[in-house]
């Protein structure tokens, strides 16, 4: 599969526990997106790496919320001392560079309990 | 701040119908994206509309796009169930944007369509 790779599908957590999401971009791709999906909602950015730059982290809601990405590979998304309003649909995107479609993962579906 | 607003939110057509779904959007960009998204799965691309007046059609699909009234359409022709889904567009901000924003998509609301037979 050559397609944008996340996990788990699925988490389910309690309140308060930390979490750790994972995304294997497309290979060769220098941009890495995350949004997160709330129920019946739209998508909103959250944070942005390209290439060897400075990650645009001005969606992210919090300072419980970081990324790190490793190069131009994977990515993980953290959310720290999870709440239940964080309960959502995470989706990571990829894109050969910022100007270029982006492709979507079928995301991560996380439950705060 | 870029705002993306789509309407109508819920649309419920008959097979056979025609109807077009509006994206409005706020400042200058210089390409749109249209996706499809089914119920729990990801985004998939539609159509991506680089210039002022562009036209692209798939299937019973066609989306345009107007850069001076900052409006794009996605018209849905003979409607077939197969079309349920929610339809989002996404604006990336222009060049000009310049720094991180360039990239970074602002979504709208996104248009739940049914098809019923």
């Known amino acids: 599969g050559a397609g944008v790779s996340q996990s788990p599908s699925n988490k389910v957590t309690e309140k308060g526990k930390d979490v750790e999401l994972r995304c294997d971009p497309i290979?060769?791709?220098?941009?890495l997106y995350w949004y997160r999906q709330r129920l019946g909602q739209g998508l909103e950015f959250l944070i942005y790496f390209q290439g060897n730059s400075a990650p645009d982290k001005s969606g992210l809601p919090s300072d419980r919320f970081s990324a790190e990405r490793t190069g131009e590979s994977v990515s993980t998304l953290t959310i720290q001392r999870t709440q239940q309003e964080d309960s959502a649909v995470y989706l990571c995107?990829?894109?050969?560079?910022?100007?270029?479609?982006?492709?979507f993962g079928d995301g991560t579906r996380l439950s705060i309990l | 701040e870029l705002k993306v607003e789509q309407n109508p939110l819920f649309l419920s057509m008959q097979e056979g119908k025609n109807y077009t779904i509006y994206c409005n959007y706020s400042?200058?960009?210089?390409?749109l994206y249209w996706y499809r998204q089914d119920p729990g799965k990801s985004l998939e691309s539609l159509f991506v509309l680089l210039s002022n007046g562009a036209v692209k059609q798939e299937g019973r699909l066609m989306a345009s796009l107007d850069t001076k009234a900052r409006l794009s359409t996605l018209h849905i022709t003979a409607a077939v169930h197969d079309l349920s889904a929610t339809y989002f567009c996404a604006v990336n901000p222009g060049a000009n944007a310049g720094g991180t924003s360039y990239g970074k998509l602002t979504f709208g609301q996104g248009t739940i369509l049914t098809v019923h037979p």
């Open positions: 995107a990829s894109s050969l560079e910022r100007s270029k479609p982006q492709h």
């Open positions: 290979s060769g791709h220098t941009a």
């Open positions: 400042t200058t960009s210089d390409r």
